[in-house]
């Protein structure tokens, strides 16, 4: 694999995991049953990944803005940003792992009168907390993605050539060049008297 397809690889594993992380962190990662006494019936929360752990979509931004980083710099600042981003991977994966254990009655009574009320709630008896354990962990392994794409730059990074350098040095190049043959012709035009300012075809 040369170094524009491991470079494209890299941020291509950033993009799918940041998106997969904000997307993930939407759905109900915790379900809370409230049991009240009878005739009511118990309230039931989704509990999504962004009220249970916040940090998981503002990391996934970071992780998406880190691509944006990475295009805009090189050498060592293009390094520290892969370490930045294998950092991020650290933290979403601490709050996918945080996410995988179910919240404490406390809380769980706290969400429930978030969500709905806690008007009527069964003092004497828990609520009852069930984990969707799939969502967490595909935050987690969006932040193995994270991390690997992440050490990838900040070992190699420096290595890789910014896409603006590549093309637009060229041109700024050809520019320079017609520059110069364009005086050149000037001054050769009036070592033999012609009038380089005439119209075409006129007499001197």
Not at 118 to 132: C, E, F, K, M, S
Not at 167 to 195: C, I, K, M, Q, V
Request: with cysteine.
């Amino acid at each position: 694999m040369n170094a524009r397809a491991r470079f494209g690889a890299a941020l291509g594993l950033v993009v799918l995991a940041g998106a997969g992380a904000l997307l993930t962190s939407g759905r109900a990662w915790q379900t809370v049953t409230a049991p009240r006494p009878r005739p009511f019936a118990d309230q039931v929360v989704d509990v999504s990944g962004r009220t249970l752990e916040p940090a998981v979509a503002a990391l996934g931004v970071v992780a998406l803005a880190g691509v944006v980083a990475v295009l805009a710099t090189r050498g060592l600042a293009r390094r520290i940003v892969g370490a930045l981003l294998a950092a991020t991977a650290v933290g979403l994966a601490w709050a996918a792992v945080a996410g995988m254990q179910a919240v404490s009655a406390a809380r769980a009574r706290s969400l429930v009168s978030d969500a709905r009320t806690a008007a009527g709630l069964d003092p004497n008896r828990p609520p009852h907390v069930a984990v969707h354990a799939e969502w967490p962990a595909l935050v987690l392994v969006c932040a193995l993605a994270v991390l690997l794409a992440g050490l990838a730059i900040a070992v190699w990074g420096h290595r890789w050539i910014a896409l603006s350098g590549k093309y637009e040095a060229p041109a700024t190049a050809r520019s320079a060049n017609d520059s110069a043959r364009s005086s050149a012709s000037l001054w050769s035009d009036l070592d033999r008297g012609h009038d380089p300012t005439g119209e075409p075809g006129g007499s001197g």
